[in-house]
Nanobody, 123 residues
Framework: QVQLVESGGGSVQTGGSLRLSCAAS????????MAWFRQAPGKEREGVAFIHKDGSTGVVGSVKGRFTISKDTAKNTLFLQMSSLNPEDTAMYYCAAASTSYCINRPDFFPYWGQGTQVTVSS
């Protein structure tokens, strides 16, 4: 059973930075594609950043240049470094995993999810 546990959320002011972590079950980070999604109140869950099994990455346009996804396979941990945060980034952030080599930007593609970590950005 794949387990994912996010941490690192919090409250910051506009322009601030946060680093989210997702501790995963053994081998998940090295063998699965993984992603960060976010969901703001009243909005649909949306993909933010993806890292494929081979380590190649992708981020969505709204966070490009501000967010970076990475992984540490030795520590079975996924990261999301977020900078230049603005109030539109306020959301619950979720770590997700799928047992495939390449990710697709669709929530229903991912069978494994963490419980989420809240990020709040104030102006």
């Amino acid at each position: 059973q794949v387990q994912l546990v996010e941490s690192g959320g919090g409250s910051v002011q506009t322009g601030g930075s946060l680093r989210l972590s997702c501790a995963a079950s053994a081998y998940t980070v090295s063998e699965y594609c993984m992603a960060w999604f976010r969901q703001a109140p009243g909005k649909e869950r949306e993909g933010v950043a993806f890292i494929h099994k081979d380590g190649s990455t992708g981020v969505v346009g709204s966070v490009k240049g501000r967010f970076t996804i990475s992984k540490d396979t030795a520590k079975n941990t996924l990261f999301l470094q977020m900078s230049s945060l603005n109030p539109e980034d306020t959301a619950m952030y979720y770590c997700a995993a799928a047992s495939t080599s390449y990710c697709i930007n669709r929530p229903d593609f991912f069978p494994y999810w963490g419980q989420g970590t809240q990020v709040t950005v104030s102006s």
